[in-house]
């Protein structure tokens, strides 16, 4: 049986997530539905990262295997991007080795979250960047971004209904880039909690706006509870950027 694995972007503005979950319209929901018409029956894929609900992807990464389909794989993205939405789209293909899967073969994954900073929220940036009208100290923001990186317990970043066997995870990086209007702090990691790169972010955008200090950051962090812990970050601000095998 053949292993195939495409990487796929999208706009989650309209969808509940990735995941597909009863009466909700999801992004795996509509690639098996475009995949069924290929192949007539039904597909079950699986992804990399199970974005939430308005999270948007740039390189989210799906498998499944299957011996059914005629279509030959190198005209996969066509033929799906025929059968998609337009705020889905398919942008390469391939076969992987036999065992390969999309998130249990992931060695590493970067998400990105971009800020926007302006005296009024911007029309053309409202589904893809977090507003912030006050000044942020960005130098702030970067140093205690250093706390972060490292094999570390992340649960006081973890949001509750999560069952993960550990919390603890190793973050490569941690990036503070300024592209004005928008600034987009990246993290690179072997892998992340639930809801965990927005809860970083809510911390970190405490830090920059001085609700809290570095100490502060780093007391919540050894402290391990999630109620110590900024709001959660909006989620139309972030992006899985890629995956790395």
């Excluded at 308005?54 to 025929?82: C, I, K, W």
């Excluded at 979250?113 to 911007?122: A, D, L, R, T, V």
Aim: proline share 4%.
């Amino acid at each position: 049986m053949k292993t195939y694995a495409l990487v796929v972007q999208y706009d989650g503005t309209e969808y509940a997530g990735f995941q597909v979950q009863v009466g909700q319209r999801t992004i795996q929901g509509e690639l098996e539905d475009a995949l069924a018409k290929l192949r007539r029956g039904k597909i079950r894929i699986a992804g990399a990262g199970r974005t939430d609900a308005g999270v948007h992807s740039e390189g989210q990464t799906v498998s499944f295997r299957d011996d059914q389909l005629t279509v030959p794989v190198e005209r996969l993205p066509y033929a799906l991007n025929a059968l998609l939405p337009p705020d889905i789209r398919v942008v390469k293909s391939w076969l992987a080795q036999e065992g390969f899967h999309a998130r249990y073969s992931a060695v590493r994954k970067t998400y990105r979250y971009q800020i926007y900073q302006g005296e009024f929220p911007s029309v053309f940036l409202r589904r893809y960047a977090c507003w912030v009208r006050e000044p942020i100290d960005w130098q702030a923001v970067e140093e205690c971004a250093k706390l972060f990186v490292g094999k570390l317990d992340f649960a006081a970043f973890t949001a509750s209904g999560s069952s993960v066997k550990t919390t603890v995870r190793t973050m490569y990086s941690v990036t503070v880039e300024q592209a004005p209007p928008l600034v987009l702090i990246r993290f690179t990691a072997d892998g992340f909690l639930y809801k965990m790169v927005r809860n970083l972010v809510g911390t970190l955008l405490d830090v920059g706006l001085g609700r809290l200090s570095r100490e502060d950051a780093a007391d919540i962090l050894h402290n391990r509870d999630r109620r110590l812990a900024s709001a959660t970050a909006p989620a139309h601000g972030l992006f899985l950027e890629s995956i790395g095998y």
